[in-house]
């Protein structure tokens, strides 16, 4: 590894213009994550009736892409190790816009499923790539805030394909109608993923590749370069920060994960039982979910969808709000107060769901409780995207050292992939059975996640990465 003499000038200033363009570019992995998890939401029904599915099978329709984005997660550290980070964001938008036509173009359910998961592979990818790489090229005292345009544009992307669906549906008349220029409206709904994957893969082009990665295969005048741009200061004892944390590395494998805590190191548990709880609330629930469930409590189809993208606006609000707060008051107290409103206003629901009357095997919701579910699902979010939203990416993305960062992102990530494939498909038939059992239990895990937080997770907030253990 190469070593630089010591520098004797003054601190570089950084061009924070820069750092935030650079890290918005990098964020749109999260664009593409949110829009595709999210554009399904509007497309349920109209693939169902098409294909004539149960609700079991539309339910691993729905989450056949997470389980892509799992190992499209759990490889992504290794790959971005060993070929760099611009490369995997480069892949994933090739990949993401093969899936996005392969989906509009499905001829039936299976076909359907098997282009989500293809679409998957991408998905996870920038999962783990971004938060990574906005880490890394980030000052520390704005490292909180870069790292929550992650879930910025996550929420976003969630709002676009939620917005996109409404527009198309309205204009054939439903989501299994046709389109004025031709095509069903729903395959339309996949369709219109290629045009950010393009985006993704124009901007990918444009940023420079993570200043620690070039230290690793020994381009440190490139490394100095982009830390002297992006993040200022004493650059030179930067260098020899990040030399001594990578001292000695070799290629990071999962077994290098190991350690005395039921068979993994603490710090790798942590992560992955963040991302595990961030699931298990069940947000994924609302922008899978949403339309359906509305339209399953007496909303018609606009209505349902139009209030889907005024919770995906109340999600983009207050994920500004952490932006605001995360480098301030600090990851665990926000991950706290979040945890707390979640678990009241998941009672508040389970309590309105469960007062839910049978009518013609359809459950309807009186005019009171529809009020008390609308306004607890739009705190929910609330709580959620000024929290566990954008925190636990940024937490993901600066609580592992150098050394094996990329590998443990992936491997939280991939559990992350994992519980919301499993919430994901649970929820159809939990909800054939009552929502109220449904959200009962995502109140009970937004309970022990406060429990979590409170007793496991330590602060990094104004740490620099070469200090994390």
């Known amino acids: 590894m190469q070593r630089e003499s010591a520098a004797t000038a003054a601190p570089e200033p950084a061009h924070h213009g820069a750092t935030i363009m650079v890290a918005v570019a990098a964020a749109l992995g999260g664009f593409l994550f949110g829009f595709d998890t999210s554009v399904i939401n509007g497309t349920v029904d109209a693939v169902r009736d098409e294909f004539g599915v149960s609700e079991t099978i539309i339910g691993f329709v729905v989450s056949s892409a997470l389980l892509g984005c799992a190992i499209g997660a759990w490889f992504a550290g290794p790959i971005a190790d ?37 679409g998957g592979f991408a998905i996870g990818a920038a999962s783990v790539i971004a938060p990574a790489y906005i880490a890394e090229i980030s000052p520390a005292n704005m490292r909180g805030r870069l790292g929550s345009l992650q879930q910025l544009a996550i929420v976003t992307g969630i709002f676009a394909a939620l917005l ?6 309205e204009s054939a008349g439903g989501a299994a109608g046709s389109v004025p220029w031709g095509g069903t409206a729903w395959r339309w709904m996949f369709a219109s993923a290629v045009l950010p994957a393009i985006v993704y893969g124009v901007l990918a082009l444009q940023i420079p590749e ?16 982009v830390l002297k741009k992006l993040v200022g200061g004493d650059v030179d004892q930067r260098i020899k ?32 039982l963040l991302s595990v709880f961030q699931q298990f609330v069940g947000i994924n629930v609302v922008f899978y979910y949403s339309s359906t469930l509305w339209q399953s ?45 979640m678990t009241v206003t998941l009672a508040m629901m389970t309590w309105a769901f469960a007062t839910a009357t049978v009518v013609d095997d359809t459950p309807q919701l009186s005019d009171a409780m529809s009020t008390t579910a609308l306004i607890s699902m739009n705190a929910y979010v609330f709580f959620f995207g000024c929290s566990w939203g954008p925190v636990v990416w940024v937490l993901l993305g600066e609580m592992f050292n150098n050394k094996i960062r990329a590998t443990a992102l992936a491997v939280a990530a991939a559990a992350q992939w994992i519980a919301n494939w499993l919430i994901s498909t649970t929820f159809p038939m939990l909800a054939d059975i009552g929502l109220f059992l449904a959200y009962g239990l995502y109140t009970l895990f937004a309970f022990l996640a406060f429990i979590f937080v409170w007793r496991a997770v330590r602060e990094t907030k104004g740490r620099e990465l070469e200090d994390m253990v």
């Open 82 to 118: 060993k070929y760099g980070r611009l490369r995997v964001m480069l892949a994933a938008a090739a990949i993401f816009a093969i899936s996005a036509v392969g989906s509009a173009l499905a001829w039936d359910a299976l076909s359907l499923a098997g282009w989500r998961v293809v």
């Open 297 to 341: 409590v007496g909303f018609s189809e606009s209505d349902a969808m139009l209030t889907s993208v005024i919770t995906s606006i109340t999600n983009i609000v207050t994920t500004l709000v952490a932006i605001a707060l995360v480098d301030r008051i600090g990851r665990k107290p926000l991950l706290l107060i979040g945890a707390a409103g």
């Open 210 to 225: 993570s200043p620690r990665y070039l230290v690793k295969i020994n381009k440190v005048s490139t490394a100095r370069e």
């Open 241 to 272: 920060e990040i030399v001594r944390s990578l001292a000695g590395q070799k290629a990071v494998h999962l077994k290098d994960l190991r350690g005395p805590t039921l068979g993994l190191l603490g710090i790798v548990w942590v992560g992955i």
């Open 164 to 169: 996109i669906d409404y527009v198309l549906a």
